[in-house]
């Protein structure tokens, strides 16, 4: 088969390593619902017979006697926890203890207490990852230390592969602050609450085999179920399932720095000055200092001319919550929290809703959340002339982060806003061409920096409401060239042939693959 | 080819104009987890591209102008609404005015209000039903007004069917109380509240077409989504859903039959006495006057001992509202609202739980709700001596009632128990052979009746902690017996050979088929 180049202009190789490769054809090219094919539905479970089903097991010992388990199956987590998860870390313990080898990881997301995997790939008791890395684990596979090819999906990209079965999950291990022994879970209640229970609903609908390890054990019935205890096989109760100080980052804190106060000011500014603030308005924005503080901006103008916002989406904070009580938005809907506010938020608000990736960010639901959005708040690593976003890799080639829900939030809304500084470390964020293209520049309207606004070309009715707003519009080559003449060109990373990770679209189409790193 | 007689001696053909039957093997004979196959997944939804999908339509006629209509396609309903609803006879109104013929009608269940659908029955525009049937509509059936086979199930059955792909769904029509215009729905809020819209939940899932009908828009986001908008294409609002003093009964009275009053007397000693009343302990029963005048007896018994339930499960009623009140009951787990205490309820109790029929009944997950229960307290219209329970056809032939949760209940529950009275209207309960087969003996333990209580052989632990308790065990031959001296030998009803409708046990094998009336 011929390489084929994609709709950002990526050249594609026909097949890697025996998987054929679908090349990205659009943001909303892929088949509509009379084409789109179902996939193989969620797993049949069977009690053995009547009465209660018994599913408690007594250690990890007796759990894995029970499963099924191989060499090369597809493990997968949540990350909820956070940077104190420890049931991920232990599962892999294990299972390596078993002697098993070339496991496939699939995380809904990993943090830095999850860089103790790195030996395990090493060792090739990790082959490849599926749907987010993070850290030392991507660091390592810009390396090429992983056997395998890595996947990096979206939130919603993954649920949908999920359900179309393109992401089979032999084994889904469910960290769950509070659960019943018939294996009803949420991140509710339990001293290592963390919020909703998001991100492993489908894992737990579609899995093989699916176990709740908890250390939070109730009676039944434990409710609200996110997870529900007729898709789980197995209930391990542990002393511990993390560190709870590290599960949620207490507060979340506004930025202090000066250029970052500059941006969400002038994003508050264009918000503002487009009208897309307005009675019954809804955002998106993620829970980093200066999107915090855009946020707190956008508050700000909406005391002071009245105006409701309808709904807030995607991760909690406890400044939504704040403004969810103070009566300025009629609803969070949550796909995890982010502090501890959230998380008591989430618990005793009923207008505090707890979400699933399908319905916040699923590509073949009939809409999603994403899809109710009027403005999405997005960071990038790197932004490109053609408005193309890398969150993916730095510009020095390494991978470092996953998609997360950035191409669900930006696809789904009407106006994705995209906040960064001209540069960070002396690298500037604009690039002629991203390193890695993480999100096509379809959906990505608007970039705010220190230096000004660049509007999307495709999106000719912003650009002249901004001006009309008397906003300090530029064009994005402008944005590169001022951060040019201060840092001087950058030098491109070198990478070799070997592509070690692919980026798809959450249709699953590839946006683009990331090779091994050169040096 | 040949015949076959299943696991309840009902001799069954091999096929039925074109369909292949299955025989009944046993209550838990089907294929385990690694055999049963996966079904066909979900229907992929997609919107149209970025930004709101535009799902609200302004009028019926641009409803069904803008859906893929055609002759001998599946449209399904729910039944929270009761008595009251007004949509179904509505839909069905309005199909047939565009001409169309030989659908296949899909109820959780219908009321005397669907009486309006006979004559749709005998004009050809409904070919059959699948999933329930109730009243002046079984009736029709066992008269043989309708050109096709019905497939009566349970609500666990009919909600696996439609998961495995054997009960493939055209058009699901979901009423709801309360609807936003993307979709998310529920039957807590406005003035058409009917509690839980637990029973359409796979519909709106499998469905290829999905459509809200509300009498209640709120805007997005409309909390708790009960159904999520995700899965829903079209929402249409209408003046009204349904008369709202017939979708609930207003409040669920106790018998005061004097002859119920001492079957519910007996039922509670039973439990009491066989040590099924212990702490912890759970229970379902029905919204009937001889079965809330048992649930309040063993409640007496409840607060006499200082025992409390952990749950109580199925159908909720001001009576159950009122132990989770008081602490008797640790939660209840609902799939619909029998009276508007329970409505209230669940509306502001997060311990009164809605459920789903995967949820609380689902044959295929990994035990169900059903199957945490000690004690199933359901009826019957006829038992016979191997316990088999008719549930289906009186014992004049005529097909009048649906098996509801009858099946779920008693084979999840480790003790099921059958309150009837010997005779009603001087035809005897108890019969040599049912007249139809709705539930296999082989999970029916136990009948209460006003002359005593006979237990299943196959229960011999029960029955001797029956007679250990002093409790007046009968054989059930005595039974039928007594009461025969009393009526006399009832006569049997003629049938003619033509199949009207299969009953299918929950996991799709048939227990029995339904033949039309000779009369």
Not at 115 to 123: A, F, G, N, R, T
Not at 402 to 424: E, K, M, N, W, Y
Not at 485 to 511: C, H, M, S
């Amino acid at each position: 088969m011929e390489a084929s180049t994609n709709a950002v202009g990526r050249k594609l190789p026909a097949e890697i390593g025996g998987r054929v490769i679908e090349p990205f054809r659009g943001a909303f090219a892929a088949p509509g619902q009379a084409e789109a094919p179902r996939g193989p539905g969620p797993r049949p479970r069977r009690a053995a017979g009547r009465g209660r089903p018994v599913k408690l097991v007594s250690s990890w010992d007796e759990l894995l006697d029970r499963l099924e388990l191989r060499d090369g199956m597809t493990v997968s987590f949540h990350h909820h926890l956070r940077d104190g998860d420890a049931v991920v870390n232990e599962t892999v313990a294990r299972l390596a203890a078993r002697g098993l080898k070339g496991l496939v990881i699939a995380p809904t997301a990993l943090f830095p207490t999850h860089d103790k995997l790195v030996p395990y790939i090493e060792s090739g008791v990790i082959e490849r990852v599926e749907g987010s890395m993070n850290g030392r684990v991507g660091e390592a596979c810009s390396r090429g230390a992983m056997r395998g090819l890595s996947v990096l999906r979206s939130h919603g990209g993954r649920g949908r592969a999920i359900q179309a079965g393109e992401l089979p999950i032999d084994l889904a291990v469910i960290a769950a602050p509070c659960a019943d022994p018939f294996g009803n879970a949420n991140g509710l209640h339990g001293k290592s609450a963390c919020g909703p229970l998001s991100y492993p609903e489908p894992d737990s609908v579609y899995a093989e085999q699916v176990v709740v390890v908890t250390d939070g054990l109730v009676p039944y019935p434990c409710s609200p179920w996110s997870i529900k205890g007729g898709n789980v096989d197995y209930v391990l109760e542990v002393p511990s399932i993390g560190d709870p100080s590290r599960i949620v980052s207490g507060t979340t804190r506004l930025t202090r720095s000066p250029t970052q106060l500059l941006i969400a000011e002038m994003a508050a500014r264009f918000v503002e000055g487009t009208g897309i603030l307005r009675e019954g308005f809804s955002f998106q924005a993620g829970a980093g200092g200066m999107s915090l503080a855009a946020v707190a901006r956008v508050a700000d103008r909406m005391r002071a001319s009245g105006i409701k916002a309808s709904f807030a989406h995607g991760g909690a904070t406890g400044l939504l919550v704040g403004l969810l009580e103070e009566g300025l938005l009629g609803a969070i809907v949550d796909l995890q929290s982010f502090d501890l506010e959230a998380v008591r938020s989430c618990r005793e608000n009923p207008r505090h809703i707890e979400s699933t990736p399908f319905t916040s960010y699923g590509p073949q639901g009939a809409g999603c959340s994403a899809g109710m959005l009027d403005l999405a708040l997005l960071g990038a690593t790197e932004i490109d002339l053609d408005f193309n976003v890398n969150v993916n890799t730095h510009s020095d080639g390494l991978l470092l982060h996953g998609i997360g829900g950035h191409q669900d939030a930006a696809a789904g809304s009407s106006c994705c806003v995209v906040t960064a500084p001209l540069f960070r470390k002396r690298i500037p964020i604009v690039r002629e061409r991203v390193t890695t293209v993480s999100c096509p520049g379809e959906v990505v309207d608007v970039l705010v920096t220190e230096r000004g606004i660049a509007v999307n070309p495709r999106r000719g009715d912003l650009r002249e409401r901004a001006l009309a707003a008397g906003l300090p519009v530029v064009d994005i080559a402008e944005l590169m060239d001022a951060a040019r003449r201060i840092t001087g060109i950058p030098e491109e990373p070198r990478f070799k042939d070997r592509p070690v990770a692919l980026v798809e679209w959450r249709d699953g189409g590839v946006l683009d693959v990331v090779r091994e790193l050169d040096r």
